[in-house]
Structures are given as C-alpha cells and as structure tokens.
C-alpha cells in the first residue's frame, strides 16, 4: 500500500514536471498592416521526453484564432488554398524554432492566436500562450526622439524608429528638415524575443535658423499585391538655445527732438531662451559709459542728452552690442518751452475780458435801476403838485391893469379881406 501510493506520487510529480516543460516564447501584442506580411517570432521548448518525437515533425505546426481550442486558420500540412491566413513555417521545428510569416494579414482579424504542434506521432500539443495581433489598413506613426535641449553649433541627433512586421517587406523612412547639411543613416535591429525594428538617424549641427523649425519623419509599408499604404508621420519642433542677434536700438520720435519733449529709446533683439538683461551705454568722445539697464530708457530731452547711443543685450549663452543710433535735440527753437506760456497768457486775456465784461454789465445794470428810480420820483412829485390846493393869496391876487398900446405904423390893423376889396 505505501510502496504503491510512492509510485504513484511519483509518477504524478513526474507529469507534472514533463507538462511544466512545455512552454513558448512569443510577443504579448504584434501589429500588422492588412494587405502586408507579418513576422510572427515564436520559439518554444519541451520536455526532454519528447525531443526524439520533434526530429520527426518538420512540417506539423498549427496556429488557432480566438482559443487554445479554436479554430484552425492556418496549418503547414495544407496547401496555401486551404488555410484561411496565407503564410508559411520559416523557423525548424525541429530546432523548436515556430517562428511564422504570414504572408497577407486579413483586415479585421484583431485576435488571439495559439500555436499547436501537430506531429506525426504521440507530439500533439498546444500551447496555452498566445500572441494578440491586431490589424489596421494605416500604418501607425513611427517614433521620433532626440534633439532636445541643445544648444548653437551642437551636433543633432534625431532617430526614427518602427517596427518591422515583415522582414521581406520591409517600411520606408524618409525625412523632411529645414535645408542644410545632414547625414542619414538606417539600421535594423532584431531584439532577444525576435521582434525586429527599423531605425533611421538624422544627424545635423545646430544652429541659430533652426530654432522652432519641424523635422517630420514618414513611413510607409509595401503591400503584398503591389504599391504601399499611405504615410504615417512623425514631427519634432527643434528647441535650439543661442545667444542674443539682430540686436537694435530704435528711438520713439526719430529725428531732431524739441528740447523738453519726452524721448523713448527701445532695445530688441532675437535669443533663445529670451534676453534677461539690457544695458545702454552713451558714447562719450569715443569712451563708452553706462547709462542705464532695462529694454526702454526714457529721457526728457535736454541739451545734455544730445550724443550717440547704444544698447546691449544679455543671456547665458551670451552678449550683443546694437548698431548706435543718434539723439538730436533742438534747443534752438524753443517751440517745447514756449507752449506753456502761450497756453497761460491766451488763458490770462480770457480772464481778464470776462472780468471787463462783467464790470461792464454790472455798470449798465446800475444806470438803469438809477434811471428807474429817478423816474419814479419824477412821478411823485408831479402828483404832489396836481393835488394841491390854491392858496387865498393866489385869489386875492389882481390882474395888472395895461395901457392901451397903438399900433406900430407897419401893422395895419384893416383886415386882410377888406383891403383886397378896396384894392379892386
């Protein structure tokens, strides 16, 4: 009884350790262009028991769709016409080598897919890990790196990189970048697992011009039944860091400025990363002197400030002078200095007539309530005469008494109509 239940433990642990012993070496996740061909790399192993059984299975490899147990849709004992998927078995079997190249993946067939040796003897086995393969009409864009942070008259390298379904068909890389010397160079590369990528490197040296300039990469695949898909591409904005250039100085207003009118130096330039610092310097009988810091440097204009001036611009990759620009003040005219006063004596006569005017109306109003109340006494006292009564002396008073007076002798006292009678 004890002796019977060790063997049987035995045997088991046996199986055991024999079914621990199959396993394959395949990639989680593979994607295909429809209408290309995919290299599936596959390699397994098995239990010591069965290499004698796989010299003898050279054309036995099976891949199954969705399952360990679902359908079959390709097998290497079939012809091509049979198999649902067109491929063929290019690793040895024999060698455990199932490494598989599809030669058309059809379009919609996103799927797990299984292997399962089919050997003419007691090797039968399928392997419970599978690949996820997915399909799509468009190639998805490759992958572009490299270029970042450098700085002006640094050596760029820029890599682009993508996998390579089908080794027979392989993609096609091809750059666009900003004109100017470059070197190109392609590689492929194949990984532990039997995955295989191509890359292609973009070397250029750094400069100035190509700061915010795009680089694109694009990449294509060839179709099993001729032509290729359309291209996926890649871009990539260079960040280049260089020193201050184009540098100027610019006066706001230009030309000879009235002396006392305000003046605006402005200093500019191009840098990357921008310029931190600003310094503008007067230049004084060939000796240049510090005048101030800042982008602007605002001035009331006088005659002291008439000269030549510049400015400089200032970053960590380093420094640039402006082109000097000259300040001319005209303290001749005096037109700057004049317009305050004249400003102030047009408002002086202005007050002055308004107080003349005043005056005047005040005037006339006074000689018209004078004239008002003169004439209201004026009627008071005429009243005051009307009323009054006549005196006893008035009536008491007689008539003087006149003489009789002749006429003179040239006044004839005939009357006019009786002396034209007589004269008829």
């Known amino acids: 009884m004890g002796v019977g239940l060790t063997i049987t433990l035995i045997s088991s642990l046996m199986q055991g350790f024999l079914c621990m012993d ?11 262009i429809s209408g290309s061909c995919l290299l599936v790399p596959c390699r397994f192993q098995l239990p010591v028991a069965y290499e004698a059984d796989l010299l003898n299975c050279s054309h036995s490899g099976v891949w199954r769709k969705g399952s360990t147990t679902g359908r079959i849709v390709f097998s290497s004992g079939q012809s091509q016409g049979q198999n649902t998927i067109q491929g063929e078995i290019t690793g040895d079997l024999r060698r455990a080598n199932c490494t598989t190249v599809f030669s058309s993946f059809p379009e919609r067939y996103n799927d797990s897919y299984f292997f399962r040796l089919e050997c003419p003897n007691r090797l039968k086995y399928t392997f419970d890990t599978g690949v996820y393969i997915s399909s799509q009409s468009e190639p998805p864009p490759p992958q572009l790196t490299g270029g970042v942070g450098v700085s002006e008259g640094e050596r760029v390298r820029l890599r682009c990189s993508a996998p390579v379904s089908c080794p027979a068909l392989p993609p096609s890389l091809t750059w666009l970048h900003p004109p100017g010397r470059t070197e190109e160079t392609v590689e492929t590369l194949e990984s532990r697992g039997g995955s295989i990528s191509i890359t292609s490197m973009l070397t250029f ?25 359309e291209p996926a591409a890649a871009t990539h904005t260079l960040s280049v860091q260089y020193a201050p250039r184009s540098t100027a100085a610019a006066l706001s207003p230009s030309g000879p400025v009235p002396e006392g009118r305000g003046v605006t130096l402005t200093c500019s330039s191009d840098a990357n990363p921008p310029a931190q610092r600003y310094i503008w310097y007067r230049d004084q009988s ?15 204009a006088s005659r002291q400030d008439s000269g ?54 005040y005037q006339s109003l006074s000689r018209r309530l004078k004239l008002i109340e003169l004439k209201l006494k004026g009627e008071n006292t005429y009243a005051a005469l009307r009323v009054s009564s006549v005196t006893s002396d008035y ?5 003087k008494s006149t003489s009789h007076v002749d006429a003179p002798c040239y006044e004839n006292p005939i009357p006019m109509e009786t002396r034209n009678k007589r004269s008829a």
């Open 395 to 399: 009536d008491q008073l007689q008539p």
């Open 205 to 229: 040296i750094a400069s100035a011009s190509h700061h915010n300039q795009t680089v694109t990469c694009f990449i294509s695949y060839p179709l099993t039944a001729g032509g290729s898909t």
């Open 286 to 300: 060939g000796q240049l002197s510090r005048r101030a810091e800042g982008g602007e440097l605002l001035l009331l």
């Open 22 to 32: 199959f396993s394959v070496s395949l990639p989680r996740r593979i994607g295909a």
């Open 308 to 361: 030549v001036y510049l400015c400089e611009a200032q970053n960590q990759r380093g420094s640039q002078r402006s082109r000097p620009v000259v300040l001319e003040v005209d303290f001749t005219a005096g037109s700057g200095r004049s317009v305050p006063y004249i400003i102030c004596g047009v408002v002086a006569v202005l007050y002055v007539l308004t107080v003349i005017l005043d005056v005047y109306k």
